[in-house]
């Protein structure tokens, strides 16, 4: 699979498989549809779509998909496939500043997957997916636990833990020193860069980039934007060894699943 530095592909869309968390959320979501409307079509948005990998495997399937990403280099990196299908990415593939192009409660599902954790105001973000959402509209959101052992995208342990000051930097560049750390390819600007510049890459990405929460206060924020919220655990940590830690440890990821958020947009939200 290529990154998301990388021009996507038709063979990499073909083994592309989407989260198991969104791939049952739309199956059901179909499931419970009023029969009534046997032609509707179904409005899915991919909140940090990326390339827009998600987007093309539903438009395959006949959804209406759409996708959003904060990063317009990457969004880029899908227009080529998207062209070769006669889909216009100018069109499917949006900067996150131009939801304003979609008009209140057009979709019925809204998802993401590791988006939450790099969000600043996400008070913010989740009212702009409320206002986007139909009332009885949903969503799932994956994304990793704040309590998670080895942090996902640097993939050293315990360092998004730490406080943001000098301790960080040294355990990061302590880790590195043992061979932890991120494969260059997911990080191509530091490709034949030295030791103490991949430090500081790293340093300064987790402090600008990552913002990781407990889930209470996602599901407080999610509550006051109008959504009706519950969060429960993905990975491969077995049932009984989870609840067998304190509560605040488990639920947040401990020690190493992710987080889904499931949404319900209330009714009388606007």
Not at 56 to 64: D, I, P, S, V, W
Not at 121 to 132: F, Q, T
Not at 145 to 163: C, D
Request: charged letters at 25%; aromatic letters at 10%; one cysteine or more.
């Amino acid at each position: 699979m290529g990154t998301k530095h990388d021009v996507l592909t038709e063979e990499e869309l073909s083994e592309y498989q989407m989260n198991p968390a969104v791939r049952s959320v739309i199956e059901q979501f179909v499931r419970e549809m009023d029969p009534r409307l046997p032609g509707e079509k179904i409005n899915i948005l991919d909140w940090g779509c990326g390339r827009g990998r998600s987007v093309a495997k539903l438009r395959e399937e006949g959804f209406n998909a759409y996708g959003v990403d904060i990063d317009e280099a990457v969004l880029h990196n899908g227009y080529q496939l998207y062209e070769s299908r006669n889909l216009n990415p100018h069109r499917l593939l949006l900067k996150t500043d131009q939801t304003f192009q979609f008009q209140d409660g057009y979709f019925h599902i809204v998802f993401s997957e590791q988006v939450l954790e790099h969000v600043t105001d996400l008070h913010a973000v989740l009212a702009e997916i409320s206002r986007l959402t139909m009332q009885g509209g949903i969503g799932v959101h994956c994304f990793p636990g704040s309590k998670l052992i080895i942090e996902e995208h640097l993939h050293m342990p315990f360092v998004h833990w730490l406080p943001v000051n000098l301790t960080r930097k040294l355990a990061i560049a302590f880790l590195m020193m043992f061979g932890c750390g991120p494969k260059e390819s997911a990080w191509p600007g530091t490709i034949g860069k030295g030791f103490l510049f991949k430090v500081n890459t790293y340093y300064q990405y987790l402090n600008q980039r990552t913002c990781y929460r407990n889930v209470e206060n996602i599901c407080k924020a999610a509550s006051e934007t109008g959504f009706s919220s519950r969060c429960d655990v993905q990975g491969s940590d077995s049932f009984w060894k989870r609840r067998l830690l304190p509560h605040r440890l488990s639920r947040n990821g401990f020690p190493r699943t992710s987080v889904r958020l499931f949404l319900t947009k209330r009714a009388g939200c606007p």
